[in-house]
């Protein structure tokens, strides 16, 4: 598996994307600092762009680096290669190019702004942990995706359409019901619903890390009390692991049908 995660992970960093996707960033982070000039406005800014957009780019790469390379990966199970080694090894790799690339375009820039001096170190720090877990989750999940769909243009269709419904479409939903059921006490179901997206639980996590929850109201501090807490934070945590852990789980059972 490790050979085939160092054939993934070069193959994409080979890539001229993967190029993109780092100047990307890396520009975005100089820009933001040099047009907010404070660590901690450009780390709210960059939480409105890193939410939406690295699970959009996650997407992509993942349901697009499957496809892509079929006809290779179908030359490696007619070895006598494990198939779980062999997809595993490509998940990885593209989630830890994904990350470095992350990482690093937005580190350089911050890093050289002087970040180990302000105090914004460690919310800089929960935005790219939180952008990591996204870049694994999506990879994943687009995997699924990929592998229950034969044909490339409907699997990057449903890749697509599985970003838009997380990231637009659920919030639009969780909003309406917030407003119909406002009678109602809607802690519970806020919370849990909440989970049930990693965009949103992203998002939350952040913006309770900086201390700006009042701009959700009555849901912000409803979050702020749970959430709040060592044990909410840790059980946020727990959950983004198992965002990752339940889709790669799924790859799993479906290599063992998948007649390839």
């Known amino acids: 598996m490790l050979k085939i995660l160092k054939y993934s992970f070069y193959d994409l960093m080979r890539s001229r994307w993967s190029y993109v996707y780092f100047l990307f960033y890396l520009i975005l982070g100089f820009v933001l600092l040099f047009l907010n000039n404070d660590v901690n406005k450009a780390v709210i800014t960059l939480m409105n762009i890193i939410i939406v957009l690295t699970p959009l780019i996650g997407t992509i790469f993942g349901v697009m680096y499957y496809y892509n390379s079929r006809e290779f990966t179908e030359l490696l199970l007619a070895q006598p290669i494990n198939r779980k080694k062999i997809f595993m090894g490509q998940y990885i790799g593209i989630s830890i190019s994904l990350t470095l690339s992350l990482v690093l375009g937005l580190g350089i820039p911050f890093v050289l702004y002087g ?146």
């Not at 170190?121 to 990591?132: A, E, T």
């Not at 919030?171 to 406002?182: E, H, K, P, R, T």
């Not at 849990?192 to 949103?200: G, K, L």
Request: no cysteine; proline share 2%; charged share 15%.
């Open 115 to 260: 970040l180990f001096k302000s105090a914004a170190i460690f919310n800089f720090g929960l935005l790219l942990v939180v952008g990591s877990f996204l870049n694994f989750i999506f990879v994943a999940l687009s995997y699924n995706i990929a592998l229950s769909t034969e044909n490339k243009i409907k699997g990057f269709g449903f890749a697509i359409l599985m970003w838009l419904f997380l990231a637009v479409i659920y919030d639009g939903a969780f909003l309406i019901s917030l407003v119909m059921f406002d009678e109602y006490p809607l802690d519970k179901f806020s919370l849990i619903a909440t989970m049930f997206n990693p965009i949103d639980l992203s998002r939350i996590l952040i913006l309770l890390k900086l201390d700006i929850s009042a701009l959700l109201g009555y849901t912000g501090a409803v979050f702020r009390k749970f959430f709040g807490t060592n044990l909410g934070m840790v059980l946020s945590m727990s959950i983004l692991v198992l965002w990752v852990l339940i889709p790669v789980i799924r790859i799993n059972l479906k290599l063992r049908k998948k007649d390839f």
